[in-house]
């Protein structure tokens, strides 16, 4: 297994997580600003095991994935405005496509348009947003109030989550999903509501894999390739 991660994440998290698959550390100069510079979720949408890469990614990550996995390249290239940085945040599961109106990079639309569009106002929708088999954790209040109508929904204060140079990250930059398993980059005690996250999500079948003992750490999402 191959596991896209910002080449910027905490040491122990990343040593622990090799324990899992081969590391491919992500990272950007000059095209997004530095916080999100290797953050794979503004470059990459998955789609069950297919990836779509914007088109200005750098070279090297398109010839090494073309080996790994099945990838088709974007239309819209990323860019240092907003909103040029939200095409591919998107959240994608095996019924929905969650993400505000507008905003979508055209492939994924495209490659998406059996699934039922979820609005929502925040762009950065992925940065934002944990789903798991039709489940949802969030720091984001305005998805919150349009998922938990859906599904069952928490919400978590993002205050505690650490990101470079911003005042806090956003809670599905934490984290990944891999088969039961749900890989935080940091530990869940540092939120007040860590009790409530953790029966949630272990009462769905999943085990959660806290990667290293300090605040959740922002790194625009783990992503796996089988």
Sequence with gaps: MYIII??????????????????????????????ISGHPDIFITQ?????????????????LLSD??????????????YPETTYYNC???????IHKKGFTDPLVLKKTNDKKFINVNQSYTRCSLLEFNN??????MGIYKKLKNISETIFVNPDKIKIPELKHGFFGGTCGVFENKIFFIGSLSFL????????????????????YNGPLYDGGGIFFIK
Excluded: C, M
């Design 6 to 35: 910002d080449w910027r994440i905490p040491t122990e998290a990343k040593k622990n997580l090799s324990k899992y698959g081969d590391i491919i550390e992500f990272k950007t100069e000059n095209i997004v600003y530095n916080a």
């Design 47 to 63: 789609i069950g095991q297919k990836f779509i890469l914007a088109p200005n990614i750098p070279e090297k990550y398109i010839k």
């Design 68 to 81: 790994l996995a099945d990838i088709e390249i974007g239309e819209k290239k990323v860019g240092p405005k």
């Design 91 to 97: 959240v994608i599961n095996n019924n929905f496509l």
């Design 135 to 140: 489940f949802f954790i969030t720091s984001d």
């Design 192 to 211: 007040d509501n860590e009790k409530h996250i953790k029966e949630f999500v272990e009462s769905k079948g999943y085990k959660i894999i806290e990667l």
